[in-house]
C-alpha cells in the first residue's frame, strides 16, 4: 500500500513536471510568434521607414473612367511612365467612386478609394509594356479602364 502511495506520488511529480514543460515550451513558442509576427507588421504599418534608397512619387488618380498619374514636376498623363530599376512610391486615390490599381504582371494590386491615399512601392527591372487595369465594378465604363504602364 505504501509502495503504491509513493509510485503515485511519482506520477504526479512527472505530471506536474511535464504540464509546467508543455507550459513553458507553448509560451516560448507564442513569444517567437509573437516577435516575428511584431516584426513582419512594422515593414506593413510603415514601409517608409524601410526605405533606405532614393524613391519618386507619382500621384495616381482613378476616375470614371480612366487614370491619371502626375509626377513630381507637376506633368501628368493617362499612360504611366516608370524608368527600370527606379524605385517609386504610388500614392493612389480616387475622384469619385471606389476603382482598384491592378498590375497583374507586377504582382500589384490595391483598392483606389474617395478620400484616402493607399501605397504602393514599385520597382520594375525589366523594361517593357504593363498593363494597368481596374479590378473593382465601378459603373458603366469600368472595362474601359486599362491603360499601359511603360517601364524604359
Ligand atoms: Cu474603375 Cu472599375
Redesign the pocket.
Known amino acids: 500500500m505504501k509502495r503504491l502511495s509513493s509510485s503515485r506520488t511519482d506520477h504526479n511529480k512527472i505530471f506536474k513536471a511535464l504540464e509546467i514543460a508543455t507550459i513553458v515550451a507553448t509560451s516560448l513558442i507564442l513569444a517567437y510568434l509573437a516577435i516575428i509576427s511584431i516584426e513582419g507588421l512594422q515593414v506593413l504599418w510603415a514601409p517608409s521607414t524601410q526605405v533606405s534608397e532614393p524613391y519618386t512619387v507619382i500621384k495616381v488618380e ?1 476616375y ?2 480612366g487614370w491619371r498619374f502626375i509626377y513630381p514636376n507637376g506633368s501628368s498623363s493617362s499612360t504611366l511612365y516608370l524608368e527600370k530599376g527606379k524605385l517609386y512610391r504610388l500614392d493612389i486615390t ?1 475622384r469619385d ?4 490599381f491592378f498590375v497583374p504582371e507586377l504582382g500589384l494590386k490595391i483598392d ?1 478609394i474617395p478620400g484616402y491615399i493607399n501605397t504602393l512601392w514599385v520597382k520594375v527591372d525589366k523594361p517593357g509594356k504593363y498593363t494597368l ?7 458603366v ?3 474601359a ?1 486599362i491603360v499601359d504602364i511603360i517601364v524604359e
Do not use: I, P, R
Open positions: 482613378a470614371q473612367f480616387s467612386v471606389a476603382h482598384a483606389a487595369v481596374c479590378a473593382e465594378l465601378c459603373g465604363g469600368h472595362y479602364m
